[in-house]
């Protein structure tokens, strides 16, 4: 809580650089999933749906008065960001505008789990539900429409995050309050590097061992590629290198398609702060590749997101600590976790494509982050971003006007998967290095996981009495 404050406190004269609207994981665009997945357990969990649906007009309201206020200092967004937010918000509406609208018809479903209710009461709901979606959330929507549209053409800035006036000191901010890491924005930028160049000399020396491996590579698949059978076979294998999950459900599904063209391939959804066991991961069929899709749900399962939010809700710890941010800890075990499971699948033992897989994934991690950081905080222009991706041999087919868009958009999206999943990294090399054959990975998960979300800082420091107490003992 001190660390988060500190930081708080420290940038609390830039809030006005904060967002809600943004194309890709703003609230325009997260909502509507979020609804999607609201789970009803008793008439009030119903009464209270409606209510928020009802009150979607006032809260969007809120959020363009912020925005009017950010226009007056030119803080606004581009217009082209403006443009992408209308037309998905036009989207939206446009398919939600019938009876057919996701939103009135998996509330249905969903009431079929209050089974106190009668018909009357049901039916009651329903058209309670039909009219808020009708009457309240589609204007709001429009609202924001409009009130985008009456703002365009009052940003005085353009491009990354630094050619704002405070832009390079609030992308500071975004980063630290994510990773709670005392390092400065060029440490962590030389961090990347380390980690891109080793990956790269790995990468390297597999090619030239085993130049057949680039051949396969081509028509790689996982032995596994049905969602339930990778969740199910990733929680087995657990207990190999991590403590024991707790006892929970959960259920794998698809994101509605009126979502899929925003959505990422694949979600956890966080559960109820006092029920955990109810767990969702939603999959995105419209981005998602299923021949390799079993990382991606070790990310979001097991031993990801799923396994590190029931493990450490099943410690019942200090409620402040479930709202607290930190999500260079929560994405960097997530990233973390992924890396291991390229090794999980059960071909990888004979086989050095999951190595260089593990490595290609390791280099595109720190190399987004690199232009991230490149274009929000060290200046980078367009031409740069390009020439970048150029040396890197990456850059055909690359649409590099939507990617500078995007990290213009999004700032400071990608360093907490890769700097924190790096953090991880080091924190288990520094624990192999000093205990040697006496390390356990299943204790040192353990010691990660029952410590729980926390600012690297503190991980970093906690970490150090683990280890000195494990070395004593040797």
């Not at 509406?93 to 009431?111: G, Q, V, Y």
């Not at 794998?252 to 955990?276: G, V």
Request: hydrophobic content about 35%.
């Amino acid at each position: 809580m001190k660390n988060y404050l500190t930081t708080e406190l420290e940038y609390s004269d830039l809030y006005m650089y904060s967002a809600s609207l943004t194309p890709y994981s703003g609230i325009t665009v997260m909502l509507p999933t979020l609804l999607a997945e609201y789970e009803f357990y008793s008439k009030a969990d119903v009464d209270d749906y409606i209510a928020l649906l009802n009150d979607t007009g006032r809260y969007f309201s809120d959020i363009m008065e912020f925005e009017r206020l950010r226009s007056e200092k030119g803080l606004f967004m581009e217009d082209y960001i403006a443009d992408e937010l209308i037309g998905q918000c036009r989207t939206f509406i446009d398919k939600n505008s019938s009876e057919d609208s996701f939103l009135i018809t998996s509330f249905a479903s969903r009431l079929n789990d209050v089974s106190q209710l009668t018909d009357t009461e049901r039916n009651a709901y329903i058209e309670a539900n039909r009219k808020a979606v009708i009457s309240s959330v589609l204007p709001a929507y429009q609202d924001i429409i409009d009130g985008i549209a009456s703002l365009k053409g009052t940003n005085r800035y353009q491009g990354g995050l630094c050619n704002y006036p405070d832009g390079r000191k609030y992308y500071e901010y975004l980063v630290k309050s994510d990773l709670g890491w005392s390092k400065s924005m060029n440490d962590l930028d030389e961090l990347l590097d380390q980690y891109i160049t080793s990956a790269y000399l790995s990468l390297q020396a597999i090619l030239a061992k085993d130049p057949s491996v680039a051949d396969r590579l081509d028509h790689f698949s996982f032995t596994l590629t049905d969602p339930e059978e990778i969740v199910n076979d990733l929680h087995s294998k657990l207990t190999d290198e991590f403590p024991a999950a707790p006892e929970v459900e959960y259920s794998i599904r698809d994101i509605d398609k009126s979502l899929e063209e925003n959505a990422n391939p694949a979600m956890y959804i966080i559960p109820q702060i006092d029920n955990y066991t109810g767990n969702v991961i939603l999959i995105n069929r419209y981005q998602a590749d299923y021949a390799t899709i079993y990382p991606m749900l070790a990310h979001e399962g097991y031993p990801g997101h799923m396994y590190q939010t029931t493990y450490f809700a099943a410690t019942n710890p200090d409620p402040v600590r479930r709202i607290l941010q930190t999500g260079g800890y929560s994405e960097g075990w997530a990233s973390y976790v992924e890396m291991l499971s390229y090794m999980y699948d059960d071909k990888s033992s004979s086989d050095s494509i999951y190595q260089l897989l593990k490595d290609n994934e390791t280099i595109t991690l720190a190399l987004y982050s690199k232009m991230d950081m490149g274009v929000n905080y060290y200046g980078w222009t367009k031409d740069r971003l390009r020439i970048y991706l150029q040396d890197w041999g990456v850059a055909d087919g690359m649409d590099i006007d939507w990617l500078y868009g995007y990290l213009c958009a999004e700032p400071a999206s990608y360093p907490k998967y890769s700097l924190g999943c790096f953090a991880f990294m080091d924190l288990r090399v520094n624990a192999q290095a000093s205990l040697g054959e006496r390390f356990d990975a299943v204790e040192f998960h353990r010691f990660l996981m029952d410590l729980g979300p926390a600012p690297f800082d503190i991980v970093y420091e906690r970490f150090d009495r683990w280890l000195a107490s494990h070395t004593d003992k040797s």
